[in-house]
């Protein structure tokens, strides 16, 4: 059974992070895409079937959109003791097979899923140049057939805001597996 997001508001300032280790071995802070168009913040994890027919799609935003200026990075906050295979070496070895070009975040103490008020993975969060949310949602309308996809949601978001334009539609419903939180 999916989880879908809820609705927030828009235009708040994001949550910052700091430090959260990547399976690159760097650590990430917000910080290190200011400067950017946008940052795209996206919930994921390794285990979840949504997020894993979404991945070669959410590889291609990013790399195509890098060199617009805009950044991609995916967090995974899930419970390790309930989920192993959403581990930090789970992380590794799955960035290592999807050919990831784009940092992928652990998010242990689940402070960063929490102050975004994700749901579900995938989910999306686009922050732009002034530090405020500015999307919210879904990647697309169809998560099982890529080629079926009719709204392409992250991208049109994206498009509308590197050319400047307000986002046509700025909170989409994102679906997936809930978040698993720690008791």
Known sequence: MPTYSKPLALGAPAPDFRDLP???GR???RADFAGKKALVVVFSCNHCPYVQAYEDRINAIAREYAPKGVALVAINANDVKAY????FDGMVTRARQKGFVFPYLRDDTQRVASAFGAECTPE???VDRAGTICYHGGI?????????VTAHHLRNAIEDLIAG?????PQTRAMGCSIKWTT
Not at 140 to 148: G, I, L, M, S, V
């Open 140 to 148: 697309d309308d169809n998560y099982k057939e890529p080629d079926r």
């Open 27 to 29: 650590k990430y802070s």
């Open 165 to 169: 334009r307000p986002i046509a539609e």
């Open 124 to 126: 999306v969060f686009i």
């Open 84 to 87: 192993p295979d959403d581990d």
């Open 22 to 24: 990547g399976v690159d």
